[in-house]
């Protein structure tokens, strides 16, 4: 609170303080108020009191901010400062450290491709992980088409001024906004108007180069941001490199402000996945399989324009194009090798001893096994070129009690995606090797060529029509009201070979016969490769909001929020859904998809849609420690979902469909506070959710222990109240800064999450070693199979940074994290892994491949968390406005 007399040469500095999102400290205020105000010198005002509030801009598009007293959710924001502070590589590393309710689940084991949780929400790079987050940068939504992923590698963290977390299903934003929107603020010339440089290494080879620049001439704005990351990675065969270029231009004048801005990255990633958390616990840097890489391209551009009609009247508009092109390889080991071993109609590779070289009881000759007569590993290869433009307009229109947005949004996305897989060997360090012999000897064509599996184009267009009012009747009091209408439309086209395994391609003449590489013109062709349609399916949704903020008493707000919400299905969720035609008597025959690398045909799927509720208080308790305040909130959260889409097994390796699951439940408490003390600052964190299944289900997992087998599939029961996997129950963020100079501060961050489940374990009733040498449905189990319980144990997890600042604009820091190098996970799922201990004579390999599948095991795979690192730094900044005013 300021209360005192001013004089209006003082005037342009105090409504810059008090005009603009606080996140970011930066000014705005047009010419027209600047010759206002230098109108008015020498002139002494009658004593003034403002109000200091903290503001957030929660539009995708500029033209209004709203204070926080004013917010019906809990809405967390991050500035452009803390991030810089923060030293983190990524978004998902600084979310997961600082903002309520956020986890992260690592399943590729790359800092760049983690899933992001937020409520029991996910925002993933990963297709196949359903998705409920929006994501939005300076107002174009970039969750992309194909699977509603997000890739947090296209995101530099040296461009962004700052970010803002958004709860429920704000009809501001658009589609898939279930659990929240996160949207991202970049710098430019005007709020960013200084040089910075900085350069870190250390641990795992990690090397990070980075670069900024912006500055004004009080009409036009120019800024750049360079970053280039690169490491060998701390896992086995896991190098990344990342580099990404942001450039923006504003143009201001009394009337508003055009903006350009340009985005191009270019990134290799290698993320090894989960492991068999046995082998993990001999060796940390372990995979199970190598390599598995994506090289991502995009090339994003974006012009947006804000005009002030008049002093009440503001209209925003921006129109973008997006282009990305991905190339991914995976690798894993070839489960069909049993039926390859026992294969018909290729000349019978017999062992030594005489059996096959699957020695397991599904070989007509059982024995030993043996090694290198064929392929025991498979390469999947995929190709992604996707388009996206799009335009929107947004009114905005202030007065003393009303803050009214209405905008529309046109956006159309077109894809084309296509995936293939080759034989390979696994090596003796676990990297898979082409080996073109098994052609030549045996006929398999896939040793030599991909065989293409899916060939997928496919369009959406969205056109939507949004508006909001927070209406003001007394000055305590706020109420909001709004809605959202979506029209959307998404066509398939989908070329699926029709689920050969990969050892039947054995006949050259018929494979290679140019007349069979087409459509099947009916069910009785069976000639032709590729079973072939064509899908078009329209969603509308209409998503309302209503909301209150109530501000009791001076520093004490209360609020509550209820909003809908809706995800329409994306183009691979409608190219891999459920065939119900090809359930026959409750077996399931469909062929099911590799996510990313298989797709069937294409039936329809309804549309996600989300009921939100929030209420809470926030406040200030002011002369806490020290007479400082301190900063308090209390939020109650629910959200309910109906035709949740999820991705569930078939029964074979990685293999499912996507299908309409039923209803599930997201519900918790979060609460937080920080405050200071002397040099010391200190925050705290925590969060208690349930994220839960709430309709009955069935499906097929042969690696979960409680699964009852039922006409020879194995069959796993779900029932109301069981938990999602990778949510945990309980997340504590806490952080202590102490600044004893001006020059020196330190952090220490702690980072708690309880257990969770793994995905498989979706009924939560998996149980390790659970089966005894019973007889079920005539299969003998294993009493040692089923490693593992299934779940990933709490664990937390420390972290260090300090910087010391020199007087010359010179910085250096160092950042140090899991100080007490705990051993722990992120994630998991349940799988089956063939690099098992042999007995009997089984035959083993170099990498460790047990020829006997009868001693395969079932086990929990888990997402390792990094173990203690450190890295050093030197960084360089320089204000060219505080330059300018010390040459002046």
Known sequence: MLNKKIKSVLLLGVYSCFSIAADTNDAVVSSKEVKAIESTKGIELDEVEVKAKRRTVITPLPGLVIDREQMTTNVQSISGKEIADSKSVNITDLMNSTMQSVTINDYTGNPFQQDLNFRGFTASPQIGTPQGISVYLDGVRVNEAFGEVVNWDFIPMNAIASLDLIPGSNPLFGLNTLGGALAITTKNGFTHNQLHAEIMGGSWGREQAQFSNGFNNGKLGLFVAYNHFKEDGWRDNSPSNVRQLFTSANLRSDYGEVSLTALNVDTALTGNGVVPYEMYEQDRRAVFTSPDQNKNGLEHYNLTGRFDLNDNLTLSGLTYRRSVKQGAIGSDFYDGFPAMSNRIGISTPLCADGSYPDGGTNSDSPGSGCAGLLPNGVLSNSNLDQGSKGLAFQLN????????????????????FKQSEMFADIGPDRRLIENSSYYTDYGLIAAEFPIVRNRLTGSSTTKSIFLSDTWSPVETVHFTLGARFNHTRVKNYLESERGKALYQFDNPT??????????????????????????????????????????????LVAYGNVSRGARTPSVIELGCAIDRTQIVNDVNFQFGC????????DPYLKQVRSTSYEAGTR????????????NWNLSLFRTELSNDILFVPLGRKNRGVFDNFGATLRQGVEASFSSTWNAHRFSFNYTWMKATFESPSSIINPNNSSNVVVDSQNYV??????????????????????????KFDMTLNMVLHSSSYVRGNENNEHQ?????????????????????????????VFN???NYKFDNGFSAFARLDNLFDREYATAGNLGRTPFTPASGGAATDSAGFNYNSDQWKNTTFIGPGAPRAIWFGLSYDLDWKSRKTKLD
């Open 619 to 630: 406040g200030v308790l002011q002369s806490f420690l020290g007479n400082q305040p301190l």
């Open 594 to 601: 590799a996510i990313p690398t298989s797709l069937t045909a």
């Open 800 to 802: 260090i940074r300090a």
């Open 768 to 796: 390790p070693r659970a089966a005894t040498n019973t007889v079920v449905s005539g299969t003998n189990r294993d009493p040692y199979d089923y490693i593992g319980k299934g779940t990933i144990p709490g664990y937390a």
């Open 510 to 555: 018929s494979y290679f016969d140019s007349d069979n590489d087409r459509c099947a013109e009916n069910d009785s062709d069976s000639e032709a490769r590729f079973i072939c349609t064509k899908g078009n399916y329209l969603y509308r949704s209409f998503n309302p909001s209503a909301g209150f903020a109530w501000e009791v008493k001076p520093n």
């Open 717 to 742: 029961y779900v029932k109301p109240g069981d938990e999602l996997p990778g949510m945990p129950n309980h997340i504590i963020q806490a952080s202590w800064n102490y600044t004893p100079t001006k």
């Open 397 to 416: 229109h202030v007065t003393d009690k009303n803050q009214f947005t209405a905008g529309v949004t046109y956006d159309t996305n077109d894809i084309n």
